[in-house]
């Protein structure tokens, strides 16, 4: 059996008749003809949040316990706070005379030769008669006509 939850309205509520900028909304306040279906929908029980306990067991402590490790010292804890500061900084001075021969990684044959060689780096030096920007187009076309 289903059951309709919106109780129908017999008519129009005449404040809004009235009124023209008051809209009638069905379902929505206290209809004088459904009151007595509005109120069972308001005061039914199956539709209230029934407040049910939510944890059925006791709590296993009432307070917080002391979770650590061993009985508390009082003399180590209050040293332990309220300690000298023992970081040592970054000394300034700390260049020597002395050298170190792995400061610097040397590079395998192959990379020295082609890293350092000026050809593969600059263009001008790779290929002479060589223009930022390529060959204008006017020469180009004046050589090849020619």
């Known amino acids: 059996m289903t059951t309709n939850l919106v109780p129908k309205a ?4 005449p404040v809004a008749a009235d009124q023209l900028l008051i809209y009638p909304r069905e379902g929505y306040g206290y209809n004088n003809a459904a009151i007595d279906a509005d109120s069972i929908l308001r005061n039914q029980i199956a539709f209230k949040n029934n407040r049910c306990q939510i ?6 402590f009432l307070s917080m316990p002391y979770m650590a490790g061993g009985s508390p010292s009082r003399d180590v ?4 706070l309220h ?8 000394e300034c001075g700390t260049v020597t005379e002395q050298f170190f021969s792995q400061q610097y990684t040397p590079m395998i044959p192959v990379l020295k030769d082609n890293v350092q060689n ?10 002479n008669g060589w223009i930022h920007g390529g060959i204008p187009s006017r020469s180009y076309l004046r050589d090849v006509n020619c």
Request: glycine letters at 6%; a positive charge; charged letters at 25%.
């Open 10 to 13: 017999t008519g129009v509520n």
């Open 55 to 60: 944890r059925p067991q006791a709590r296993p």
């Open 77 to 80: 804890e209050s040293l332990l």
């Open 83 to 90: 300690s000298e500061q023992v970081r040592m900084g970054k």
């Open 118 to 127: 000026p050809k593969n780096l600059i263009p001008e030096v790779a290929a």
